[in-house]
Every structure is written in C-alpha cells, then in structure tokens.
C-alpha cells in the first residue's frame, strides 16, 4: 500500500519502460541500429565478438580479424572494456546485428533509471521527487548524445549511480557492506568504461576528504575508504 506522496514501484517501472521505448521507438519498428556515426560500427563489431567469444569460448583480448597476420592486442588498445556486451549477448545471440540494439539500449536506459533510483531516494527522501530525478537521469542529454553517437558503452551507467549510492552510504558507520559494494561498483564501472572509472576517482576523492574533514570518526571512516579501494583493486586487477 502505497501513500499519494510515494509512488508505487510498478508506476515507476511502467514510466521507465515508456521512456525508454520512446527512446529507442524508431529502431524498434525498423529493425535498425539504434544511433549512427562511426563508432557505431565499431560498437555493432565488438557485440557480435563478445557474444562469439562467449559461445566459442574464444579470448577476448585478440584477434586476428584485424590487421591481419598480426591482429589486433584488444587489451592494449582499448581495455577490454567489454561489460556491457556481455549484457548484451544475449541479446546479440537472440535478434542478431542490428536488431539487437533497440532492445538491449531500451533495458539499459531503464537499468539506468533504476540503479540511480536508490541514490535519489537515499537524497531526497523517496517520494516524487526521487522518481522524477530517476526519470530525468534516465534521459539525461549526456546519454542521450551518446547512444545517438552509437557509444553504447559509455551510457551504460547502473554501476556508476551504485557507486555513488554506496559511496553516500558508507559514511553513515561501520560495517563490510559499504566498503565492499562501493569498492565493487567503482571497479565494475571502471570495466565497463576506463574512461567512468576515472570519473568517479576524480569526483569522489574530493568529498571523501571533505568528509573525512567533518567527520567525528575519521579513523574508522579512513579505513572504509581504504577497505573500498582494496577491494575496487583487485576487481579491476
């Protein structure tokens, strides 16, 4: 039961779901890729390798479909920032390229919204209010160019807003939890996309000091952070 000031989960859902297929709408009825320019060949490329990598059990980090004799170190070059085409495989193996892409691109932009619903919720007290900024995150112009652009994988963001979820939590007291799954997600984010993962490094370093500033319990708040940091090491190592 749910009060006029909190809406329900499922309206919440619905709204996203909406938006997201809104978003993708015009891809969804062609069959089409959702977005254009160059890098959406590179994008359409590297889905279809993961999901055969994935099927053959094949090594991700080379190939010599490129540049061949040689090949191509994928690692070296771009990282193997491959998280979100593992999501999408089963989409890629299902509907094929392109028709993968509007399906895959309307679940992330609703992931999206509903991973960042937790951090509105934690600031602004649930409501309306943390629904609509949920909303609004989920179109937010940033990630709108960027799927527009084909770059999938830099709006593909549910780890970002749980790392900043748990960053926030963290210094509400003691506990594993926080650490963990803030070390976990800025680790998770930073696979997803290496350029993010500097993001959150660069963002959240600041307001750790300041909060360490304020803090009544530096100390144990110092050793959550290193906690997190740990763990965000040998995610990414």
Not at 59 to 75: E, M, R, V
Not at 99 to 104: C, D
Request: contains cysteine; glycine residues 10%; negative net charge.
């Amino acid at each position: 039961m749910f009060s006029d000031s909190e809406p329900s989960p499922r309206l919440e859902l619905f709204v996203f779901v909406v938006l997201a297929l809104i978003a993708v709408g015009p891809a969804l009825s062609a069959g089409a890729a959702v977005g254009d320019g160059v890098d959406m060949y590179g994008t359409l490329w590297f889905y279809w390798w993961i999901k055969d990598c994935i099927v053959h059990l094949r090594d991700p980090s080379f190939t010599d479909l490129f540049f061949y004799p040689l090949g191509k170190d994928i690692f070296a070059h771009t990282g193997d920032n491959f998280v979100d085409a593992v999501f999408a495989a089963p989409f890629v193996a299902a509907l094929g390229v392109p028709a993968f892409t509007a399906p895959f691109v309307a679940v992330m932009l609703v992931a999206n919204a509903w991973t960042f619903r937790l951090f509105a919720r934690d600031q602004l007290g649930g409501g309306w209010a943390a629904f609509g900024a949920a909303a609004l995150w989920e179109i937010n112009p940033f990630t709108i160019f960027e799927i527009t652009c084909g770059r999938y994988t830099q709006a593909f963001l549910p780890f970002f807003a749980l790392a900043i979820t748990w960053f926030v939590r963290l210094e509400r007291g003691p506990g594993w939890r926080g650490p963990v799954l803030l070390g976990l997600f800025v680790g998770l984010q930073g696979w997803t996309y290496w350029f993010s993962g500097w993001f959150l490094v660069f963002m959240l370093t600041p307001a750790a000091l300041y909060a360490l500033w304020k803090s009544d319990d530096r100390r144990g708040l110092a050793l959550r952070y290193v906690g997190a940091a740990l763990v965000c090491l040998v995610v990414i190592s």
